[in-house]
Structure formats: structure tokens, C-alpha cells
């Protein structure tokens, strides 16, 4: 699905009995809202979280969104959701996911954002919101080969 075809483990969640359907699996826009907790997640740990982004006036708003259900997800799976970023130093920014169960494949997809200012004019990132997105596609990319979990 990437570009760099590794990625970085950003979120580990459970699915909650709320998140399930009639059907006893988890309601398709949830798969939304966990790509939006591991984006959150994979900048927390960074010296620029997205609140900090914000406080600054740079906004990445939602322009498109992909998911691609392979498996279903239940009450009590946790599920652990991979993140891999590109297109640093445009107006856009791409989060590519992967989202597994035990190692299986439950789904995949991505986000397209656009970067704005807080009256939401697009707008080229400032220089260190491009680094700090170099440096978090980079991690994906290890000289050695090695990544935490590979596709």
C-alpha cells in the first residue's frame, strides 16, 4: 500500500461492545475514527503534536478517505493500527494504515489532507512541520530493512 512498504505501529485499541453493529461486528465508520486516534498518536510523541499544530495555526483538514475491509472486527479484538506517512513539503499530506488483528489483515486504506491555515486558505506547511513529516516518513524506510511490522 505505501510507497515504503513499512510502517510504524501508532495506536493499540480494543474494540468496545459501543463499537459493534447488529451484526456483532465493528460498524464500519469506527475504522475512520481509529485512522484519526492513530494520526493523533503517531505526532503525541513527537516535539510537534497536532494540538501544538493548531495552537500554531496549521490545520490539516480531511479532503479525502479510503478503507478497504478485508476481515471483520469484533467485540474485545484488539487491534493494532500501522501508520506511514508521504507527500512531506506540498500542500497535502497522505497517512497510509493498516489495520490487524492477531497479525491478519482487518483493513487498509488512507487519508488525504490539505494543509490550511485556521480560516482554512491552503497553505504550505511552515519548514519544520515538513521536517518533522520527512522524519516520520523516513522511519519507514530503515537502511537496514528492519521495521517493527513490514507488509
Known sequence: MTAHGKMTEALRVRVAFADTDAMGVAWHGNYLRWFEMARTELLRGTEL??????????HLPLIEALVRYRRPARYDDELVVLTATSRP?????RVDYRIECGGALIAEGHTEHAFTDAAGRVRRPPPDVVELFARLG????????????ER
Open 49 to 58: 503534536p497536532y494540538s501544538a499544530m493548531v495552537e500554531r495555526g496549521v
Open 138 to 149: 523516513a522511519r519507514h524506510a530503515h537502511p537496514g530493512g528492519h521495521d517493527e511490522h
Open 89 to 93: 513539503g506540498g500542500v497535502r499530506l
